[in-house]
């Protein structure tokens, strides 16, 4: 029997064209209808480009009579009446040379988002692709010291900065463009103009993977990312305990909201190991898989409490560089495998 679960699967094998994101994840299929193998779909677009509209029609009803038992297909395109080559996206614009754009995001702060993101970059470029990180915590930039990395971006011939770099992983990030311990002190426009600039006046080059670690909660930074470029997924990170978990949920939710799909959670400080060998629940264990399968979503693995991975930030040696092949950096490599294969 065809469901509709069979036919959004088989759409989400159709991408926006230009884009690595699927129709489904961009929230393009608003209906599905199904009676005796005949199957209808309608797809609302933003775009008022004749061309897409084309493209997404054929590739979609090639997606669906790929499918078992699908007798007929019809495919609906509503289009509004904009400009052709318009994105589908208010303000959103792909960077050129970057494949993909992931966001690191967590609900709450101290659940060590920052680095998780340091390390999942490092470990990116440790299996081989092309990386970049940026750091949106406006306030607050902590990824510089854990990157070992103090020099400004210099600017290159078409007056954009170049982001420096170190263990092969580029950087940007307001800690770089501050003197010594300056605070930061704006409101909220400020915050937007400045996430957008990360994008339109820097020159990442050629990236496989761009991740971007938010600042905690569902402010300017985080809408601002979503309305600027297409993401193409957002990774939460979050501890055991329920008191983390709950704000988690408001994550999910607004990424849910925003069309962004969600690639996993992963579980930083699941537990620790003395050396004695016992093993300690300090904050609980668990609840990041618990609400993995409670929400549907991947669960991308745990990070246990090792000493090692804190003592590495502080030096500006993040653990997948200074030990690979030791546990605490084999455990964000292990995530690190994980997000490539949602790719």
């Known amino acids: 029997m065809i469901s509709e679960d069979n036919i959004k699967n088989a759409l989400r094998m159709v991408k926006y064209p230009g884009y690595s994101r699927d129709i489904v994840s961009f929230g393009l299929v608003k209906q599905v209808a199904i009676n005796a193998g005949a199957v209808s779909v309608t797809l609302n677009l933003t775009s008022g480009s004749a061309e897409v509209a084309r493209q997404l029609k054929l590739d979609s009803e090639q997606a669906l009579k790929s499918l078992p038992d699908v007798k007929s297909v019809y495919v609906q395109v509503n289009q509004p009446a904009t400009p052709a080559g ?131 909660g569902t402010g300017d930074a985080q809408l601002t990312l979503c309305q600027t470029v297409p993401l193409d997924g957002g990774v939460i990170v979050t501890t055991p305990q ?43 264990h668990g609840g990041g898989r618990h609400e993995a399968a409670r929400q549907n979503l991947p669960f991308l693995g745990e990070i246990p409490l090792y000493t090692e991975i804190r003592e590495a930030g502080d030096k500006g040696l993040p653990v997948v560089v200074s030990d690979p092949e030791e546990p605490p950096g084999q455990a964000f490599i292990s995530i690190a495998q994980s997000l490539q294969q949602k790719f």
């Open 86 to 216: 318009q994105t589908p996206w208010t303000q959103q614009a792909k960077v050129p040379g970057i494949a993909r754009i992931v966001a690191i995001a967590s609900g709450k702060g101290g659940v060590g988002k920052s680095t998780v993101s340091v390390n999942l970059a490092c470990a990116l470029k440790h299996l081989g692709t092309k990386v970049g990180l940026l750091d949106c915590d406006i306030y607050g930039p902590s990824v510089p010291l854990m990157m070992g990395i103090n020099q400004k971006p210099t600017i290159s011939d078409e007056e954009k900065m170049v982001p420096p770099s170190n263990y092969g992983v580029k950087l940007m990030s307001m800690g770089l463009l501050l003197e010594g311990d300056q605070a930061v002190i704006w409101r909220g426009p400020m915050i937007v103009k400045t996430i957008q600039q990360f994008f339109s006046s820097v020159e990442w080059g050629q990236l496989d993977f761009l991740l971007v670690d938010l600042p905690p």
């Open 242 to 284: 329920e008191a983390s978990l709950g704000v988690v949920r408001k994550g999910i939710s607004m990424f849910q909201k925003v069309n962004v799909p969600i690639l996993g959670i992963v579980e930083n400080m699941s537990y620790f190991t003395t050396n004695t060998g016992e093993r300690l629940e300090i904050f609980g």
